[in-house]
């Protein structure tokens, strides 16, 4: 039997906390604004990718440290910060207070992961392999967004 459970839930109007604005960071908010999440990013620093999302609308960005308010009502929590004890704890925290948590330094502390997710029109796939096999991961999702990219240009599969 497997852990995990591929789940689709629906994304309106739930609020993400994503914590930290590196690189990681940038590669689960782009994954997060293809949905109807409400995304906000609290760092002292984000990257380029990140400041155009927020001044697109797409997240909003408060430009400072961490604090424990910033969870209050959060349904998933990111904590991708370059500080190992600074993760560790919004893990403990966001989970204390029932959100669902990737923390993007140790798997072990999520309770959820970050597949690979491909988005085509009204299509959704999700790929993963329960943190492992990342290479097998990556060929299967880039063989499924050939299928859909040909899809897409002939009307059949």
């Known amino acids: 039997m497997k852990e995990h459970f591929p789940l689709f839930i629906s994304s309106r109007g739930k609020k993400v906390l994503v914590v930290g604005g590196g690189k990681i960071a940038t590669r689960r908010i782009l994954t997060l604004t293809n949905f109807e999440f409400e995304i906000t990013v609290v760092a002292p620093n984000i990257t380029n990718e990140i400041q155009q999302l927020a001044d697109d609308g797409l997240v909003t960005h408060i430009q400072r440290e961490f604090r424990n308010e910033d969870l209050d009502g959060k ?15 919004i893990g403990e925290k966001a989970k204390e207070l029932g959100a669902y948590v990737s923390v993007a330094d140790v798997k072990e502390e999520c309770n959820f ?7 085509k029109d009204e299509i959704v796939v999700g790929v993963t392999g329960d943190g492992k096999s990342h290479k ?3 060929e299967i999702s880039n063989k499924i967004r050939k299928v859909l990219k040909h899809e897409n240009q002939s009307g059949q599969p």
Do not use: G, H, M, S
Request: aromatic share 16%; net charge positive; glycine share 0%.
């Open 75 to 89: 349904f998933l929590v990111v904590a991708a910060t370059d500080k190992r004890e600074i993760n560790k704890y």
């Open 113 to 119: 992961y970050f597949p690979a997710v491909i988005v």
């Open 136 to 138: 097998k991961v990556k």
